[in-house]
């Protein structure tokens, strides 16, 4: 039996967010932790008397709201320069795609962060992390996407996970070389695919540098085809994948994902016939990004009533990005998610917290407050979970606890 001194929290309002239907209530008032772990999370009247002698240290929560730390499952937090000009542009009438088509979008913070070396990558990313983590982030996806050469996107991946030791967050990195074609392979773009594909991911698993790898499958990227090529590379790999799909077009990239068992897909406001049935059946989350959604000045929500009734699972994230999503507020993204995409508050909050998890695979360990799960959870001035959704432009984050530790 472990006799290691443990943690009660109490006087807490507890959403655990095991589930939607938890994440939409106060469902306990205390949590005990043990070390690094939640040991116990109830009401403070059950709590049996053996633990409660081994808890050496009381901290009372003034009844404050208390939910899981929130997890960012899509960004692309590490990139040099911006691109305000062409926010500028976009407001004058030229369309993201015309951009694109141009050489700027992807390709022109593509030549900022080749130029940029570690330390300066890592100081313009760190102001967008310190403001997801003083919101209740303590987990974060960031993609690579950015070098498209073998070692600009080790590069990239390297930042990220010196991110997560620095600031003490989780981090998880996805490969995405497939994110455009470099001017080097112009007009070579099943090419390029091969390599990336096939010489520089293995390269780069084999330096541990990637959780997941991930595509840009959309009209005027990458095709469904390009997306077999990487993915059944891969499965070789055992590295669980993602695509960004149907932002613009649907070209038929989820039906190829959920063949692989895609961890998620992101984007979907063009969902193909039949896809949210193949979602539902191979577990794979659909991440929402209401942010660039609304940046972009789409109109067209993805299909969320169908995805409800579809049974598949719903997360919400920044998108963090320089193009399409310059926003590094998750409670934002919580908020567009409910008024532009009409998902409710305990869907957003269930989407940046369990089914977020569920996004990068981690769902047993993370996102929910419970037996077992790793102790990151945030201390509200709120009373109830709904309120994360209602409030913009205000931070309501009174404290984080990573790991069992008061931050
Ligand atoms: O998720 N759609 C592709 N990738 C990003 C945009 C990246 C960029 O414009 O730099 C997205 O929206
Ligand atoms: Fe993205």
């Not at 899981?68 to 542009?89: S, Y």
Request: net charge negative; hydrophobic share 45%; proline share 5%.
């Amino acid at each position: 039996m472990s006799v290691t001194p443990a943690i009660l929290w109490r006087n807490a309002r507890v959403v655990p967010c095991t589930s939607i239907a938890t994440a939409a209530t106060v469902q306990a008032d205390a949590i005990v932790t043990d070390g690094a772990r939640i040991e116990w999370v109830g009401r403070e009247a059950m709590l049996p008397a053996a633990l409660r002698e081994r808890c050496r240290s009381v901290h009372d929560l003034g009844d404050r709201l208390v939910t899981p730390g929130l997890i960012d499952c899509h960004t692309h937090l590490v990139f040099a320069g911006d691109r305000a000009a062409e926010f500028a542009e976009r407001q004058r009438g030229v369309s993201y795609e015309e951009i694109a088509r141009r050489g700027g979008g992807i390709l022109s913070t593509v030549h900022a962060t080749r130029a940029a070396g570690t330390e300066i990558l890592l100081d313009a990313a760190r102001p967008r992390l310190d403001a997801l983590l003083r919101e209740g982030v303590t987990a974060i996806e960031i993609k690579s996407g950015y070098g498209l050469t073998l070692e600009a996107e080790a590069r990239m991946l390297e930042v990220a996970r010196e991110l997560g030791r620095r600031h003490g967050v989780f981090v998880r990195t996805t490969y995405l070389a497939a994110h455009a074609v470099p001017p080097e392979f112009s007009g070579r773009s099943a090419e390029y695919v091969r390599v990336l594909a096939r010489d520089w991911l293995p390269e780069l698993a084999r330096r541990g540098l990637v959780d997941a790898v991930d595509i840009y499958c959309d009209r005027g990227a990458f095709s469904a085809a390009d997306a077999v090529v990487l993915f059944e590379v891969s499965r070789e790999l055992g590295l669980p994948i993602k695509m960004h799909a149907g932002q613009f077009a649907d070209v038929g990239g989820v039906e190829v994902a959920t063949r692989f068992t895609a961890l998620s897909c992101d984007h979907l406001e063009e969902l193909g016939a039949g896809d949210a049935t193949r979602m539902a059946a191979a577990g794979t989350v659909a991440v929402l990004l209401p942010v660039a959604y609304y940046t972009l000045g789409q109109t067209k929500p993805p299909p969320v009533a169908l995805l409800r009734r579809e049974g598949v699972p719903i997360a919400v994230a920044t998108d963090c990005n320089p193009g399409t999503s310059p926003c590094a507020s998750l409670l934002l993204a919580m908020n567009m998610a409910c008024r532009l995409f009409a998902l409710t508050p305990e869907e957003a909050l269930a989407g940046v917290t369990h089914h977020a998890a569920q996004a990068l695979g981690l769902a047993l360990g993370r996102g929910s407050l419970a037996p077992g799960a790793v102790a990151d959870f945030v201390i509200w001035d709120l009373a109830a979970p709904h309120e994360l959704s209602y409030w913009t432009g205000i931070n309501r984050c009174h404290a984080v606890v990573r790991g069992g530790a008061m931050q």
